[in-house]
């Protein structure tokens, strides 16, 4: 059972909570557009309005390769994957950004730089086995405040993409490649060393947050940064009651700083939802169960459901 819902931390969710209008749009370009966006090359604009918990798009990868192996080995899979490709697909491989390259040095895009640059897990993102290469998914960028989440679909083979916050027509969608939180700096330095880009979101602007505005939320980032640490270690320690005060702090700071998406809210109700499973607590494991699942499912597709019957049949008749 803990297995299976550690397998949900990081992906999943939707089910009869959501409103049978919500768009279901997967067909390419059906209800968005790749287009050049300031700054930054090319990017993903929506063309229709998507609620929480709309489906944006679905993708199959072109191709897939191990990636725990060494470098040697994933080049020559990468070499040998490319080779079997559609001319049409091979020119979308070669259409994508190499990272790694510096302009000034003169270098040129390699085909292992391409795939490290572009490449989505398949699979659990600290588990996955394999990472694909999607050329409709790899042209959303980055931000620190994204409106869209992904994650893979084991059961259909494909990526998908679901909207995180409201989503206004003619606005970018975004993704996180990193962990939204820490200081600025921090994020900064980071996003730079291992894509090379510097971020401008609202919650970055390039590193420069001078105004009291960016000061007050860089502050809240790198508080709930410290409070995941907090949980992690109060829970860790049995120290229950704690962890779900500092999970309950972590809520309110997510909406305080405009981040309670699905995903974000899912991580900490789960935490508690585990502290509630140590210390015996019946009615606060219901609680909080029901709240990671109504999350997952917004978060990660109705495909997941499938996963949680067992417990789902607890939590909707408890």
Not at 48 to 74: N, R, W
Not at 97 to 105: A, F, M
Not at 184 to 198: C, G, I, P, Q
Request: glycine content about 6%; overall charge neutral; some cysteine.
């Amino acid at each position: 059972f803990f297995v299976t819902l550690l397998f949900l931390y990081v992906l999943c969710q939707r089910q009869n909570m959501v409103s049978s209008t919500t768009h279901v749009l997967s067909d390419p370009g059906s209800g968005w557009r790749i287009q050049p966006i300031l700054g930054k090359e090319l990017g993903v604009v929506a063309e229709i309005e998507y609620d929480v918990g709309d489906l944006i798009m679905s993708e199959k990868p072109i191709f897939t390769c191990q990636i725990d192996t060494s470098i040697d080995a994933l080049t020559k899979e990468i070499e040998e994957k490319i080779k079997e490709l559609e001319e049409n697909e091979r020119r979308k491989f070669f259409a994508l950004s190499d990272c790694h390259v510096r302009p000034e040095t003169g270098d040129k895009p390699t085909p292992l730089g391409i795939f490290q640059t572009n490449s989505h897990p398949c699979g659990f993102n600290y588990n996955a086995k394999r990472s694909g290469i999607l050329p409709f998914i790899c042209r959303i960028n980055h931000s620190c405040c994204p409106n869209a989440t992904h994650s893979w679909n084991e059961k259909k083979g494909e990526q998908m993409i679901y909207a995180s916050k409201p989503i206004q027509k003619g606005e970018e969608i975004t993704v996180t490649y990193r962990d939204n939180f820490g200081s600025s700096a921090e994020r900064v330095n980071e996003l730079k060393t291992f894509w090379n880009f510097l971020c401008d979101c609202p919650a970055c602007l390039k590193g420069k947050c001078d105004t009291p505005e960016f000061k007050q939320k860089d502050k809240r980032r790198i508080q709930l940064k410290k409070l995941d640490s907090l949980i992690y270690k109060s829970i860790s320690s049995g120290s229950y009651d704690l962890g779900i005060s500092f999970v309950e702090k972590r809520l309110a700071l997510l909406k305080e700083e405009g981040e309670d998406t699905p995903k974000e809210r899912m991580k900490s109700e789960y935490d508690a939802y585990q502290a509630c499973c140590h210390s015996g607590d019946e009615q606060g494991k219901k609680k909080w169960l029901r709240k990671t699942l109504r999350d997952a499912l917004l978060a990660y597709g109705p495909d997941y459901r499938d996963q949680f019957k067992k417990e789902l049949v607890g939590v909707n008749n408890p």
